[in-house]
């Protein structure tokens, strides 16, 4: 099965999930490549493939999906614009504002990014973007910053006059804003994936995930939280909120930016109430001030009086965060209804089972999950910021704008110093 073989390779150096574009694309992909190495038999082709790295290089530029455009979504980039004259531009902390913006396909995304913070009052000497892709081919466009009309879409379009000079091939963006971004060609799954860079304070990891298999979206986050610096804000693609993801992060009370905070455990009532892989963090230790948490946990089994030894039972909701992290949906579910059936009073578990219902689209369920949270712990963030997105899908803007309020007013109760 030379085809399929040739899939598995490709899905399993970069990530891909053949199912999201589907084997068709991906054949036609494979018969332009043979052709283009005048090759007619699948089976030569495949063990070229196998043999040579340059021709697996060809078949990945040949598959990957380009799409991007300036600005895409509109909110992230207001929001990034917000946040810098709001917040960084106030506590600098010392160094240059670090972002990474992978993938980046044809710069876009990043130079987005560099006009956002030059609106927001930055000079180049100020901040520094990195911007990673796995195809040289669009790196190379990236480097060249001449764009055509694909790439201007909507009706904003007042940057392209402040930022862009026309030419006979295209809009070319201008040097001040090309300066500030350096273009890397990597691949986010490999294990050493910008092994050597210190910590980002802001990461962009947009339409990526939806395209890749449940390993390789685990192997993605954990490169996300192990590049981005405590209290980062990290920005995914509108499909992109995933159970695996809040985990780690806390999502960002802003509807339509699609952000998530990286909130050290102990500052953070809302990494607290789901609980957190983090290796370095012993399972039993409280993470929270939040008074959910300081409920000791439940565990079903012990093995202190049992003669013959056996492993430590998982905490059942550990276990349901793995499942979640695997995309066992479902079985993640039920593990978190069978644990509240006699824990019924664990915001935890509520605020699990909310997250992981809304990504299987059982909105109205999700809601009563968070809002049996809420009935709990009050001060729940996680709860409060999840209903808020929650109710405005559904068009209930002021109710989605009070609990945004409420939101905010916890967040900045949480960074007052403690007497
Ligand atoms: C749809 S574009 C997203 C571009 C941009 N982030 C946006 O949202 O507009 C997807 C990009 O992912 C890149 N890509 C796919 N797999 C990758 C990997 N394993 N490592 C790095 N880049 C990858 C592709 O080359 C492609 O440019």
């Not at 892709?133 to 990236?142: C, N, V, Y």
């Not at 565990?299 to 550990?318: M, Q, Y």
Request: overall charge neutral.
């Amino acid at each position: 099965m030379p085809l399929s073989a040739l899939i598995e390779r490709l899905s399993r150096t970069i990530g891909l999930d053949p199912e999201s574009i589907g084997s068709n694309t991906i054949a036609s992909s494979v018969r332009q490549r043979m052709s283009n190495c005048d090759e007619s038999s699948e089976p030569a082709y495949t063990q070229r493939v196998e043999e040579n790295s340059d021709e697996l290089q060809a078949l990945i530029e040949a598959v990957v999906v380009p799409e991007t455009w300036f600005f895409r979504d509109g909110e992230p980039f207001e929001y990034l614009e917000k946040h810098i004259a709001d917040e960084w531009k106030e506590d600098p902390r010392g160094h240059r504002l670090r972002i990474l913006s992978v993938p980046c396909a044809t710069g876009e995304e990043p130079y987005s990014i560099a006009m956002s913070l030059r609106n927001a009052g930055m000079k180049s000497s100020d901040y520094s973007i990195d911007a990673v892709d796995i195809s040289h081919g669009l790196l190379r466009k990236a480097e060249a910053a001449v764009f055509g009309a694909n790439s201007f879409r909507g009706n904003a379009l007042g940057f392209r006059d402040r930022y862009f000079d026309v030419t006979e091939n295209g809009y070319l963006l201008r040097s001040s804003v090309r300066s500030g971004v350096r273009f890397l060609q990597g691949n986010i799954i490999s294990d050493d994936f910008l092994a050597k860079e210190h910590p980002y304070d802001i990461i962009f990891c947009r339409n990526l995930l939806i395209y890749c298999r449940v390993d390789a979206r685990q192997c993605i986050i954990r490169s996300l939280s192990r590049l981005l610096r405590e209290g980062g804000l990290l920005f995914v693609g509108h499909a992109e909120m995933m159970p695996a993801l809040a985990t780690i992060f806390t999502p960002v009370a802003e509807a339509g930016a699609f952000a998530y905070c990286k909130i050290p455990p102990r500052s953070s009532p809302a990494v607290a109430t789901v609980s957190s892989p983090r290796p370095e963090r012993p399972k039993s230790a409280p993470s929270s001030r939040s008074p959910s948490n300081r409920q000791p946990h439940k565990t079903a089994v012990t093995t202190a009086r049992v003669h013959i030894p056996k492993a430590p039972a998982e905490d059942p909701l550990e276990h349901a965060n793995r499942l979640a992290d695997a995309g066992k949906l479902q079985e993640a579910a039920a593990a978190c209804e069978g644990f509240l059936k006699s824990n019924s009073q664990d915001v935890r578990a509520h605020v699990l089972l909310g997250v992981l219902q809304e990504a299987m689209s059982r909105r109205r369920q999700a809601e009563e999950s968070f809002n049996r949270a809420l009935y709990l712990d009050p001060s729940c963030y996680e709860a409060i910021m999840h209903l808020s997105l929650l109710k405005e899908r559904r068009g209930d803007i002021k109710g989605a704008e009070l609990l945004k309020k409420r939101a905010a007013r916890i967040h900045d109760k949480q960074k007052e110093p403690r007497q």
